[in-house]
């Protein structure tokens, strides 16, 4: 019911930044009523959350791996079903795939990052890699 196509992926330097983009198709519902997270893995190691934000219409706050806060930043765009996520400040061990996930409904808090786990809903990844 959801697919997602991941964009904006590429090498910078320590330090640089990248906009990753995420175009949402949904046949059901509507892109507002879905959460929708981004996630990494790196060569080796397991995916990991690094952002998530939930439906539209709540005043949950973002969440953010504790890796990632006041680096990253979630954002979407409902008009035109996208979901960012603006990297600033990247550092090499933020080298890695980048996902997007949607799920249906609320997702907040300590919760969020393990419901998307379980989401049929992801993208293919788009690859970042920071350099030193």
């Known amino acids: 019911q959801v697919q997602v196509v991941e964009s904006g992926g590429g090498s910078v330097q320590s330090g640089g930044s990248l906009r990753l983009s995420c175009a949402a198709s949904?046949?059901?519902?509507?892109?507002?009523?879905?959460?929708m997270a981004w996630f990494r893995q790196a060569p080796g190691k397991e995916r990991e959350g690094v952002a998530a934000m939930s439906v539209d219409f709540t005043d949950f706050t973002p969440t953010y791996a504790d890796s990632v806060k006041g680096r990253f930043t979630i954002s979407r765009d409902n008009a035109k079903n996208t979901l960012y996520l603006q990297m600033n400040s990247l550092k090499p061990e933020d080298t890695a795939k980048y996902f997007c996930?949607?799920?249906?409904?609320?997702?907040?808090?300590?919760?969020?990052?393990?419901?998307?786990?379980?989401?049929?809903?992801w993208g293919q990844g788009t690859q970042v890699t920071v350099s030193s």
């Open positions: 996930a949607a799920t249906y409904g609320v997702c907040t808090g300590p919760w969020c990052f393990p419901l998307f786990q379980k989401s049929p809903y």
């Open positions: 949904v046949s059901e519902y509507t892109y507002s009523e879905y959460s």
